[in-house]
């Protein structure tokens, strides 16, 4: 479990522990909004771990008020998008030596409502917070649709290293913190949320259903193939954002 808040790991991982009797549950430090940070998580877990099956990038933030990463990135584009994109970066060898293996991106619904504004890509110009998710979550879609493209040309006939996303419905939990009017529409309509162990269904069938072995590139949604809007099957803007991506890193993925 890789997680910035380490007192809220270390009581999941003890749950689990004690629920499952998997006394193999390690905790890590990643705070997604500061790439110094995930790169030293990246070396410590290669250091320590010679496989890596299933890579699950889940972490997100939600309706934040304008703010900036450590490294200049707007916060939304920063921790859901390329925060993933760089941590995806740097285990992919370990995953491809693993194979069979796969990389599950947790996107959104949202993803419908945004589009990727290269000419503000930090919001600089014009801010909405609600868009500045959309935008993040679109850029999940297109991450995964251009990274499953790549895998295939370069690794095709390698057994089951797959990539796709998902939509883990509306889910009672604390994303929406930073807005005090989604707070309370969250506690008003909780019977119709997800509970936490709901919304992971479709993040666990995405990570070891037998029938995805060879599945790759896909948006699902209720543990379903789901529709993914126009903007999300753009492939010249998903290579345009892989190599923006890239080139606000500072890394070479070719």
């Known amino acids: 479990i890789a997680c910035r808040d380490m007192a809220k790991a270390e009581a999941a991982a003890s749950e689990i522990r004690a629920e499952t009797g998997n006394q193999q ?8 909004a500061d790439t110094k940070s995930i790169r030293e998580f990246a ?4 250091a320590e ?15 934040c ?39 599950v ?5 949202a993803h419908h409502g945004g ?20 935008h993040s979550k679109l850029a999940n879609v297109l991450f995964t649709r251009e990274l499953a493209r790549r895998l295939q040309g370069k690794f095709q006939g390698r057994a089951g290293f797959t990539a796709n996303a998902l939509h883990p419905g509306s889910v009672s939990s604390e994303l929406v913190r930073h807005s005090l009017v989604m707070t309370w529409l969250w506690k008003i309509f909780s019977f119709f ?9 479709t993040s ?34 998903a290579k345009k954002l892989w190599s923006v991506s890239c080139e606000l890193l500072g890394i070479q993925w070719d």
């Open 25 to 32: 549950v390690i905790v890590k430090k990643l705070d997604l």
């Open 43 to 46: 070396e410590k877990f290669l």
């Open 65 to 103: 008020p304008y703010s900036k990463t450590a490294d200049g990135f707007e916060m939304h584009l920063g921790v859901n998008h390329l925060g993933h994109f760089l941590l995806t970066f740097l285990l992919l060898e370990r995953l491809k030596q693993s194979a069979p293996a796969r990389i």
């Open 193 to 201: 949320l997800k509970t936490p162990s709901e919304g992971a269904q």
């Open 115 to 134: 589009r990727i504004r290269f000419h503000d890509l930090h919001g600089e110009k014009s801010y909405h917070r609600g868009l500045a998710y959309c």
């Open 204 to 237: 666990i069938y995405c990570a070891v259903a037998e029938e995805l072995d060879s599945v790759t590139g896909q948006y699902f949604s209720d543990c379903q193939p789901a529709y993914v809007s126009p903007r999300g099957r753009d492939d010249e803007t």
């Open 49 to 63: 771990e010679k496989e890596l099956h299933i890579l699950i990038n889940n972490a997100g933030v939600m309706l």
């Open 105 to 109: 991106n947790v996107s959104s619904l």
